[in-house]
């Protein structure tokens, strides 16, 4: 940001003498006018150059997913309240006020603030939510008419900036808090509504002040002044500098009316710094400070902004508490003095707490993973002056409850495994998204998630191990005449030779064969060996061609050890990946933003959502399956010892050779997460798929509490009762009779019946192979 | 300094009369969008009052079910009640073990029901036709709550011609119930309006594999199938579909 230096004013040339050289003085202080109207022009084009245009450039800001609220909806109120929290809402007796809430056991009262979406204006209103168990069970409003659906306000998560910038959130006159024009007035400038610029009174003040050694409540300056000097000049300390700083108040008087050069002080005011970024403006400052939007504040708080002024650093309230508190009592007291406030209202107000929030909390921006995916997503439509300077709204689809789960799973295990040698090493990244909709909701870039660096959840490629296995057997399951689940697989070992003359000898995780197996129990279990003999089977070039259909645009060479994960993916590729295996087969472009709003709350661009089906649902229904039995019998069964049996999850576990990497990739019907553990300098850590990253993975379900996951089954997809030992058909009767999804046609012929006369009601064999949608 | 202000205030004054900008702000236009959106829709009265009618109480096929708001139907589900999971007998065998029982996926969902503010599955199908052209949803097709709102509000923005804004209402209700077929086959209608033929086709299919039981939803979707292949050239597709949305009625 460039600002306009004042040039050098012309040296008044000097006068000597008397009588005689009247006339010489007279005609030198007549081109020392001209020389001083020329100056004054050259202000006066500039105090309305800048004030007339864009004021400010503003970087983008980023927002949360609104929190949608209806009947029937997921949501325990302790992650609604956690919600209201980070939004900044005041817990009253009574709500009464947009941001404020009163909860009464079940019960939440709240009144919402209000919010320009894309799709239109959420109107603030009152609103009544109560909850039974962890769901929404009545939504009304205060006279208790029902609502269908509202939402509250995004939490805002961070900004596009530029390095050193200046960050404001723009307010208007009539979004100001009753009090703080009164304040700001009666402590900065108390002839504001009647100088023209300068206030000769004040200065003269200010001088008698400052020599009689008293207690400087006011500074000479005018709120003019101040303004002119943060927004037009440098902060260079002289006397010509003054005088300039002076002309050009009055200048600004001149062309604008009090109320909005208020409005632009308001904005322009600088109250704090939060590491490169300058906090300007009270719109911002009530944010930063107390959470709320400016409109909400108290007197106590405005009081504290308004004293704040004086010294920002200085009376910084998160840093030098007590002298805050003291300076904000004084100012206070001269409201009282001033009739602004009356004494008990300034009473009351001095035994209210600071009030300020902490840092590190959620309302803070301190989500570096995602805010760096939205700005890579971002920078691919526009450039980074649009993005630092256009004020632009970025809706995305970053959900802080889950967020926070994410991030406390991964502190959580990290805590537990603690007495694992090396795992102190071991860094994380996570993904987690919504199958259903494509959106990414959380993010972790780094075992420390606030921390801004290397984001592995984007940049990290390493080998995904048995996370590929999905992609092997869903290869052979698009193929129902040749393989089912229930089709043998042989898990001995076997060597290939490679082209280059290299041996590729694979090796099951136990060092073991296993003999023959059924189909599903080679992904259940992960055995090595089976998976090699049925990828090379299917050939390694089509299962290639499966991972890209399945959404991963990276290449790999057809080798052999791709079969078992040799190849590199990042955390969110993974996520591509299995999104489309929990999506039914529908690929979808992984979103992180789901619209842009221009500063003025017009719309600008939409993301959206965006399917294509790569598979047949079908042999997606046979590869969830198996991967639900990774869960219930395989290497993902340890979460059962944490989740409930009714929870009806899918994944598959990975590690890579050596325990280089320990992945861990899974669904419900609702949530989608990968989690990624190993060492930044590929070293070995203490940790499989199984003990290390499955167990941040249960933890995060086991918080997140997310829905089972429940495919519909497909119209050629039959359940078969097939013998658990031979896989044959066989009557449901039986002993050992198990069921079984089949793509229609493959399913075994029915077996006879064992105890009961019941004749088998299956479907013909002879029933065509329901072609799908063509 | 008061010797300088004497100057200063006299150029200003001579300045001020040259002052180019008006004294007082910058015009602030306050351009809201037309007020005529929901007026128009009242007018034609689409949405509302020709094809939603309110479950009728009592009737056996409410299912109140606390999901997301939804009640999607799971064909099959009962099946799965009669297999219990586990104790399947590992036999030495050919294979180091046996299936375990159960099948997986279609497990009867044990949520907490939630009140019924959800929207309750179909009623006998009626013979009343489906009303298509204005994207109205047949008399088997009610819906309720978060979802009817959503639709409401999509439908008034397309019939304002705000695409966009109808397509990101239909998002957004896609995100409150995600398996409801119908929020994707408004989508399909509105990316067919906005002239994206593929994508309509893909939230229809997606749909068809949410709306088993659903005949005629399932002929609608159909329908925007073959007018989407149509748009692409795809006649023998089209017919294809065509005669799909024909079975399925």
């Known amino acids: 940001m460039t600002r306009t230096r004042s040039p050098r004013t012309k040296k008044k040339p000097p006068s000597k003498g008397l009588n005689p050289w009247l006339s010489w003085a007279i005609k030198l202080s007549l081109v020392g006018l001209v020389v001083l109207a020329g100056f004054a022009v050259y202000l006066d084009a500039v105090v309305q150059e800048k004030f007339s245009g864009k004021r400010w450039t503003i970087p983008a800001k980023v927002y949360a997913r609104p929190l949608e609220l209806f009947v029937g909806q997921k949501l325990s109120k302790d992650d609604f309240l956690t919600e209201l929290d980070a939004l900044g809402y005041r817990r009253e007796a009574v709500s009464n006020g947009p941001g404020a809430a009163a909860v009464n056991g079940n019960t939440v009262d709240l009144n919402t603030r209000g919010f320009q979406f894309y799709e239109g204006l959420e109107k603030p209103q009152p609103v009544r939510v109560r909850f039974s168990g962890d769901y929404v069970a009545e939504l009304s409003a205060t006279n208790g008419s029902k609502l269908s659906v509202v939402r509250l306000e995004p939490l805002m998560i961070g900004g596009i900036y530029p390095k050193n910038l200046e960050d404001r959130i723009l307010i208007k006159l009539d979004q100001v808090p009753p009090y703080l024009l009164e304040t700001l007035v009666a402590v900065e400038d108390r002839d504001y509504y009647s100088h023209w610029g300068v206030s000769p009174k004040s200065i003269a003040r200010a001088i008698w002040v400052n020599t009689s050694g008293g207690k400087m409540t006011q500074g000479g300056s005018t709120l003019t002044q101040q303004l002119v000097k943060n927004f037009y000049l440098t902060s260079e300390r002289s006397l010509t500098r003054k005088l300039t700083e002076a002309m050009m108040a009055m200048l600004l008087e001149l062309h604008y009316d009090k109320k909005e050069i208020l409005e632009a002080y308001l904005n322009e005011v600088f109250v704090g710094q ?113 993005l630092t300077e256009e004020g632009l709204r970025i809706f995305t689809s970053f959900d802080p409850i889950l967020q926070m789960k994410a991030e406390a799973s991964v502190n959580d295990t990290f805590k537990r495994l603690a007495g694992r040698k090396g795992s102190d090493d071991v860094e994380a990244a996570m993904v987690v998204t919504n199958p259903e909709t494509g959106e990414v909701q959380a993010m972790i870039g780094s075992r420390q998630a606030s921390y801004a660096g290397f984001n592995r959840a984007l940049d990290a490629v390493r080998p995904i191990g048995s996370l590929i296995k999905p992609a092997v057997y869903l290869t052979a399951l698009e193929k129902p005449s040749q393989y089912t689940l229930t089709s043998w ?131 997606i229904y046979l590869i969830q399956n198996a991967m639900q039995r990774v869960m219930r019998e395989g290497t993902g069964s340890s979460v059962y010892n944490v989740l409930p049996k009714t929870l009806t999850l899918a994944g598959k576990t990975g590690t890579s050779n050596d325990s280089r990497d320990s992945w861990f990739a899974g669904f419900s019907q609702d ?65 050992g009779a198990v069921q079984m999804p089949y793509i229609r046609g493959s399913e075994p012929p029915p077996g006879a019946a064992c105890a009961s006369e019941t004749p088998a009601s299956g479907e013909s064999v002879m029933d065509w192979v329901k072609g799908w949608m063509n | ?104 996926t279609p497990s009867p969902v044990e949520s907490a029901p939630v009140n019924s503010g959800s929207y309750s599955m179909p009623s006998t199908p009626s013979g009343i036709p489906s009303a298509s052209s204005g994207g109205g949803l047949s008399a088997d097709e009610q819906l309720d709550g978060p979802v009817l709102a959503l639709l409401t509000t999509a439908q008034q923005q397309q019939a304002g011609g705000d695409l966009n804004g109808a397509s990101s209402s239909l998002e957004r209700a896609q995100r409150v119930a995600p398996r409801e077929p119908q929020v994707l086959y408004r989508l399909a209608q ?58 399925s009625l």
């Open chain 1, 489 to 619: 697989l042989s898990d001995d070992p076997l060597s290939v030779k490679g082209a280059n003359g290299q041996v590729w000898k694979p090796q099951n995780y136990d060092r073991r064969s296993h003999g023959t197996v059924f189909l599903y129990q080679g992904l259940a279990h992960s055995y090595n060996l089976s998976t090699s003999r049925l990828g090379l089977e299917v050939g390694v070039p089509n299962v290639l061609k499966t991972l890209g259909r399945l959404g991963v645009t990276r290449e790999f060479p057809a080798f052999p050890s791709m079969l078992l994960g040799a190849g590199g993916m990042t955390p969110i590729e993974v996520a591509t990946m299995y999104q489309t295996l929990a999506n039914g087969g529908f690929n979808t472009p992984m979103r992180g933003i789901r619209s842009v709003l221009t500063a003025e709350g017009e719309p600008l661009k939409r993301y959206p959502f965006q399917i294509e089906q790569r598979f047949d649902p079908a042999s």
């Open chain 2, 1 to 104: 300094m008061n010797k300088w202000l004497i100057p200063a205030v006299t150029a200003v004054a001579l300045l001020s009369g040259c002052s180019s900008v008006q004294r007082g702000s910058i015009p602030v236009v306050d351009s809201g969008t037309a007020v005529s959106n929901s007026e128009r829709m009242s007018a034609n009265g689409g949405f509302r009052q020709t094809t939603v009618k309110r479950p009728v109480q009592g009737q056996a096929q409410a299912i109140p079910q606390g999901d997301t708001g939804v009640v999607v139907m799971v064909p099959g589900g009962g099946a799965a009640v009669s297999t219990p999971i586990s104790s399947s007998p590992i036999v030495p065998g050919p294979a180091s073990g046996g299936i375990t029982s159960g099948p997986y």
């Open chain 1, 274 to 386: 939060d590491g490169q970024r300058a906090v300007h403006g009270f719109g911002l400052a009530s944010q930063f400070f107390f959470g709320q939007p400016l409109s909400e504040l108290k007197l106590h708080q405005v009081a504290l902004l308004v004293g704040m002024v004086k010294g920002p650093s200085y009376y910084n309230p998160r840093r030098n508490p007590e002298r805050a508190l003291e300076r904000r009592n004084l100012v206070l007291d001269v409201l009282e003095q001033q009739g602004v406030a009356t004494a008990e209202q300034v009473e009351a107000a001095k035994k209210m707490p600071l009030g300020v929030t902490t840092r590190g909390k959620l309302a803070d921006s301190s989500f570096p993973g995602f805010i760096d995916l939205v700005k890579r997503q971002l920078r691919e439509d526009y450039r980074d002056e649009d």
């Open chain 1, 671 to 735: 949530v989608l997460a990968v989690v990624w553990l190993g060492r930044d300098d590929n070293g070995k850590t203490p940790f499989t798929g199984a003990t290390g990253a499955l167990q941040v993975w249960t933890s995060f379900m086991r918080k997140a509490d997310p829905l089972p996951l429940d495919m519909p089954q497909p119209d050629n997809v039959v359940q078969a009762w097939v013998d658990s030992r031979t896989g044959q058909g066989s009557d449901a009767n039986c002993p």
């Open chain 2, 190 to 247: 509105v990316r067919m309006a906005q002239g994206d033929a593929p994508q309509a086709e893909q939230f229809a299919r997606r749909a068809l594999t949410m709306a088993n039981g659903r005949p005629d939803l399932q002929a609608n979707l159909w329908e925007v199938i073959a007018q989407a292949r149509e748009k692409q050239g795809d006649s023998a597709g089209a017919t294809l579909a065509r005669q799909k949305a024909k079975v």
